[in-house]
């Protein structure tokens, strides 16, 4: 990219479009009027192959290096949903954009490419992944357990709805107590 | 000036303290006998601070109006009221109660509402005063 | 000839000088710090968990108790994921009452920190003073809203009580008070020798590395970085209002990015929070408070909803995020994730506490105000019957106790 330049919510949309064509599966944008003098916000969502997720965000380092708010995920059955929430353009009043970008990863082989080579606050969103929803991300500098302790039992991932979730380990103690 | 906190320390040791001494201004010796010589008059409680209306205390539940439709229950955040079918009508667990009021704004007859009162403690969760019914 | 190396010194999940429970190990070198390694996960408490449990009023009152400090900002941040996700808009005096309970918030919390810097850096004099202060925003709380911590009022839509025209000379009491007393808390945090000598310096963290990190709120807009989710991205009234980002060159005219610049950014937050509240007052519309009164046809649109939305709020420790999945036929949400300031400023304590003092780690651990209650969230309740059994023996040995002192 040659100069620094700003993209509204349809430009972000059709830069990504330009460079990956057929492999971004669907786009979605949003928008939301607030207030008495009906200000604008957008809120853009991508969804993307798995083959070329390293390059998206490549990409989207080059265009303006992004904040990186949280990667959160879904359990679809047979495949796991993570979602990047980025955000860009801050500094300018009321001009933000929310990104937020999809990948499906299949349960049979859950492995995704770490980030933090580009954006290094990524570390702790990604360790959550890995002892919550059994996400293998290759390449990240440290993969001890973030949240949950040492003995907690292996092969059990507490926001997976399963069989491999939290149904055996849970009791509950008002009924135990009775 | 460099040591700016001189000036209001000297001040405040003529003025009356910010703190309200409830229920006494020093700890008693034993707590039983000073509530033994409450009861029968022979020593004063300082009052705690007033509760502004619109304080959300103990919840205070109307019987006659209550219609059992059990809206409540579907909205309590911790299930601390329970359904009883046969008189249809509820019981609500002080034990678990949030004090968050939301009952009070679903209930289409307006039969609960919240009290001021809030020095609750007990020793039983299942005693006659942490129940309502 | 013995080699020289250094010394680990853990300071554990319960130690005197944190608030909060938090493991550090640091490598040591004489008295200056080499490395520094952090690990969570002691307050876990399976929120996000049972927030699929239950439906979405329900979750409100649940995402309050995440913390007791940020107990608004986690239940509006869900609410607005909820509206976003469903499209429902939110009336205009809705709006404006919300700016109101969140700058009341802001102002709470940033006089809390003050007072707890102040403890940490050996000055509790201060700390005295500063809590009393905060009594009066505590009762103004108490007197619009119900309760001093647990606020309990928001609905998704709108709000759940009003403010009405009698209610209006003792906000204004309240803001005046402070507006006459801010004098005295600024001279005794700027131009006493203890602090600077304490803060001036140390706990340093550039603009490069607030970036890289993703660094929020107060930590990153100390640094120099104009990031402030108020500003950027209009919700609420606040694109009515006149506001601007705040960083610490406003009040001195320079940016270190040390302890002493995040002091000099709170105490112009708590100034730039007063004049909000007043703007929000003046320019007040009437009208309802909230989309849907009847919250029994709230849960019944919940129900038949089906979308996604994420929800950002700028908390008095910086952005909040929640994202919400709801899919048709259930009341309750399929995916619920939380994500709270703190997560994001843990990474930064790395390089401010690289080559400081030992003495020096209360302080700038407590600058970027962590609240680790809202970090941790998801637990498990225990594994085998030996946990139950020692539950059972607490709680009948505390139960006994206490009958002991009262005969």
Known sequence: MAEKKQLDAKGLVKYFKDEFKTKIKKTTVKKRVVGLEKKESYFVWITIDKSIFKDVIKHLVEYQFPHLAVVSGNDLGKTIELIYHFSLDHGQKFKEISLNIKVEIPKSNPKIETICDYIPGALITEREKQEMLGVIVEGIPDSRRLFLPEDFPKGVYPWRKDGKGMEKVIKNLHEVKK | MSFSMIRPVLVQLFKKPFTNKFPVKYTPKSTTKLLEAVGEGKAQIIPPVETPPGFRGKIQYDKEKCTGCRLCIRVCPSNAIEFKPKEKKIKIYLARCTFCSQCNDVCPVKCLSMSNEFLLADTDKYSKDMIVE | ??????????????????????????????????????????????????????????????????????????????????????????????????????????MCSHMLWAGVAAHEVGFDTVLYLTWQMREKLLDLTEYLTGNRVTKAITMIGGVRRDITKDMVPKIQETLDYFKENFEKIRHTYLDDKTFKMRCQGVGVLTYDDAIKLCAVGPTTRASGVKKDVRVDQPYFAYSDLDIDYITPDILTGEIHGDVYDRIIQRLLEVKQAIDLMEQCLDKMPSGDIVAEPKPAKLLAMLKKAEGEGIGRHEAPRGEVIHYVKLVSGEENAYTWKVRAPTYNNILPWIPMLKGEQIADIPIVAASTDPCMSCTNRVAVVDRDNKYILNKEELHQMSVEKTRRLLK
């Open chain 3, 1 to 106: 000839m013995t080699e020289k190396t250094t010394y680990r010194l853990p300071i554990g999940p319960i130690h005197p000088a944190l608030k909060e429970p938090v493991q550090f190990e640091f490598e040591i070198d004489g008295e200056r710090i080499v490395d520094v390694d952090v690990s969570l996960g002691h307050v876990h408490r399976s929120i996000e968990w049972a927030g699929t449990r239950r439906n979405p009023i329900q979750n409100l009152y649940l995402a309050e108790r995440i913390c007791g400090i940020c107990s608004y900002c986690h239940p509006v941040a869900f609410s607005l994921a909820v509206e976003n996700a469903l499209d429902i808009q939110v009336p205009d005096r809705g709006e404006y009452l919300r700016v109101i309970q969140g700058e009341l918030e802001r």
